[in-house]
T-cell receptor, first 115, second 117 residues
Framework: AQSVAQPEDQVNVAEGNPLTVKCTYS??????LFWYVQYPNRGLQFLLK??????LVKGSYGFEAEFNKSQTSFHLKKPSALVSDSALYFC?????????????FGKGNQVVVIP | DTGVSQDPRHKITKRGQNVTFRCDPI?????LYWYRQTLGQGPEFLTY????????KSRLLSDRFSAERPKGSFSTLEIQRTEQGDSAMYLC???????????????FGQGTRLTVV
């Protein structure tokens, strides 16, 4: 079974400070990893993904994430947070096994960027 | 608009009634997924289609839930005899599977919020 843990319910950060949203995962094989963001009354928007290759992945809006296989983590980072980054962030994992096609999501982290 | 479209955006229904939601995926996408999201939780997988074939439906919550994608384009999700516990956001997503190990990320619609009273 595959699963994602996002240990913090809410992340508060001052505008301009670095933002980190934590994610750890569990899969039986090798993972495909994703970050999505959800604004109020909106669907999930794709931010970035790790499939293979470089462990540091760069995505939309200045976000990046680092895949760490030994720690089974895929933390989302942004060097300088903006107030507009305030939203709900979801980490998701899928096993690369072609017979497994569903994404398993974490419960989400509410990010609040304080002006 | 070339994104994933869901209709309606909101649905209020009385307990025991049937409801049907529609999803129009991105036109060239061959995979279509349904998820359910309740307050404070991440999306939960329900079922998915490869073209018109429903390849996994074991995660549908009960036999009151069914989904179709008759021509491999739009899809419908039906809930029969709705219960208050069915109240949630129902999300549709689509992707393009190029080969066994190559698939684009999933693109999500804005969801249909169901309230059962």
């Amino acid at each position: 079974a595959q699963s994602v843990a996002q240990p913090e319910d809410q992340v508060n950060v001052a505008e301009g400070n670095p933002l980190t949203v934590k994610c750890t995962y569990s899969v039986s094989g090798n993972p495909y990893l994703f970050w999505y963001v959800q604004y109020p009354n909106r669907g999930l928007q794709f931010l970035l993904k790790y499939i293979t290759g470089d462990n540091l992945v760069k995505g939309s809006y200045g976000f990046e994430a680092e895949f760490n296989k030994s720690q089974t983590s895929f933390h989302l980072k942004k060097p300088s947070a903006l107030v507009s980054d305030s939203a709900l962030y979801f980490c998701a994992v899928r096993d690369i096994n072609p017979g497994n096609n569903r994404l398993a999501f974490g419960k989400g982290n509410q990010v609040v960027v304080i002006p | 608009d070339t994104g994933v479209s869901q209709d309606p955006r909101h649905k209020i229904t009385k307990r025991g009634q049937n409801v049907t939601f529609r999803c129009d995926p991105i036109s060239e996408h061959n995979r279509l997924y349904w998820y359910r999201q309740t307050l404070g939780q991440g999306p939960e997988f329900l079922t998915y289609f490869q073209n018109e074939a429903q390849l996994e439906k074991s995660r549908l919550l009960s036999d009151r839930f069914s989904a179709e994608r008759p021509k491999g384009s739009f899809s419908t999700l039906e809930i029969q005899r709705t219960e208050q516990g069915d109240s949630a956001m129902y999300l549709c997503a689509s992707s393009f599977r190029v080969s066994t190990h190559a698939e684009t990320e999933a693109f999500f619609g804005q969801g249909t919020r169901l309230t059962v009273v």
